[in-house]
């Protein structure tokens, strides 16, 4: 039975083991500049952090300012970033959050969500990720893939649903480490417990798993 203040304490003795394993959490897309992240966070969608990584240096070299973004040839863009999938979508959000952000934002990205998720292609999970990333700001967790499943399987939500999953963790999670959380599990996930079968009792967590 889910009850938040059991997970409070559930969550209390997990933070510890996660802070070992991953004393600097951070996220692994590469950037230099603020609407780099962005870029690359939008790319990353239905792709994996490494293959985004793999295209960034040339796209971020031919596209050196968000003015490059919003004057940027939409057919050229989408083959410039074809290999990460879904480029038409991509490039669409991408091209149109640069023009956005200079008429809203004078170039520069909010430091609000509510301010974040009015930009084309940005939605909570993004606004997260680039608001934790560059400002160290909390407004929520970070919800991708790897946070789902292991909320689920940690006993931390009943939900399936990334927005009501999120509100669940930050019952249960200490504003202080919302970011480092959601860091850490991504991290956890990939190196610890992957989507794929494998033998559980190997994954320092395994205790607190309830499916």
């Known amino acids: ?3 938040v203040a059991q997970n409070k304490t559930r969550v209390k003795k997990m933070l510890p083991i996660l802070e070992k394993l991953y004393p600097n959490p951070h996220c692994a ?5 603020p609407f780099e992240l962005l870029a690359a966070v939008i790319l ?7 293959k985004v990584n793999q295209i960034t240096p040339q796209l971020f070299k031919k596209y050196p300012t968000i003015d490059a973004y919003a004057h940027a040839n939409p057919r050229e863009f989408e083959s410039d970033i074809y290999s990460t999938g879904f480029y038409k ?3 669409k959000n991408i091209l149109a959050a640069a023009k956005f952000i200079l008429k809203e934002f ?3 990205l909010p430091k609000t969500i509510a301010e974040m998720i009015t930009i084309p ?3 909570r999970k993004t606004a997260n990720v680039v608001l934790g990333e560059l400002y160290g700001i909390s407004e929520g967790i970070t919800v991708d893939t790897h946070v789902i499943r292991l909320a689920r399987l940690l006993g931390l939500t009943n939900y399936s649903d990334a927005v009501k999953i999120e509100r669940d963790l930050m019952l249960v999670v200490p504003p202080k480490d919302w970011i480092r959380f959601a ?3 991504v991290l956890y996930g990939r190196e610890y417990c992957p989507a794929t079968k494998h033998d559980h009792s190997k994954c320092p967590l395994n205790k607190y798993y309830t499916r």
Do not use: I
Not at 29 to 33: G, I, N, P, S
């Open 121 to 123: 292609g940005v939605g």
């Open 89 to 91: 979508a991509k490039t």
């Open 106 to 108: 004078k170039g520069k």
């Open 44 to 50: 990353s969608a239905q792709c994996t952090d490494k």
């Open 183 to 185: 860091h850490s599990l």
């Open 29 to 33: 897309l590469h950037y230099k500049k």
């Open 1 to 3: 039975m889910y009850s």
